[in-house]
């Protein structure tokens, strides 16, 4: 199959930002007095937004509507200033996004990340790659798994989602490439388990970056 286009999820796909998502987190709850994660916890607890990171975070019984209201402006100021400290591309991933940009081929980013972080990480920490859209979440878009953003991709791509591989580290991510009709292929080297991405229907794994450009992006001979 030869794919037009290829939509990558952000976090632990293109880039590692978990110890800064984890030293943020941690700063805020021990800033009230809760109980702080290790970075394998929260492996577990992003993925689904800043909101519901915040939600999951707190102890049983404490995560009111009320309270996340409190933390999560805390939380948004926090990361402001530490977002990019140890946040990087993985190993890989420079090499992979050139051979996909040599051959033409469409790239996008969606992820369940607030938007305006989401474009701060693809313009300062991927500013050698031109990404056709970038895309976080935002008012009026549902978080992933909900295929609404990434139809909403495609129509900007214009491309079907048939034509578009759609590449991501979780469960979610493959929940969402398959109800909006795309390929979804998981990546091994991010924050979730093998086991979740082939329960939640990843047709195909890769443990390299260097992988999906041999299998998928290999320029016909």
């Given at each position: 199959m030869t794919y037009n286009a290829v939509i990558f999820d952000l976090d632990g796909t293109l880039l590692d930002t978990l110890q800064d998502l984890v030293n943020t987190l941690n700063t805020v709850l021990a800033l009230h007095d809760y109980p702080v994660h290790s970075i394998d916890e929260c492996r577990f607890l992003v993925g689904h937004g800043i909101r519901e990171l915040v939600r999951k975070a707190l102890p049983e019984g404490v995560g009111t509507p009320e309270t996340i209201d409190l933390l999560l402006p805390e939380f948004m100021a926090h990361y402001a200033n530490n977002w990019n400290v140890n946040s990087r591309p993985y190993p890989g991933i420079s090499a992979m996004l050139d051979r996909i940009a040599e051959q033409g081929i469409k790239m996008a980013i969606l992820s369940n990340k607030a938007d305006h972080f989401t474009r701060l990480c693809a313009e300062f920490l991927m500013k050698e790659w031109k990404f056709d859209v970038v895309m976080g979440h935002h008012s009026g878009i549902a978080h992933k798994?909900?295929?609404?953003?990434?139809?909403?991709?495609?129509?900007?791509l214009g491309e079907k989602p048939s034509s578009i591989l759609y590449v991501g580290d979780s469960g979610i991510d493959m929940l969402t490439a398959t109800r909006a009709g795309m390929f979804p292929l998981g990546v091994l080297w991010g924050f979730r388990p093998e086991s979740e991405l082939v329960e939640c229907g990843a047709k195909a794994l890769i443990h390299h970056p260097s992988e999906l450009i041999k299998q998928y992006f290999t320029p016909a001979r």
């Open positions: 798994p909900d295929p609404e953003g990434a139809l909403l991709v495609a129509r900007m």
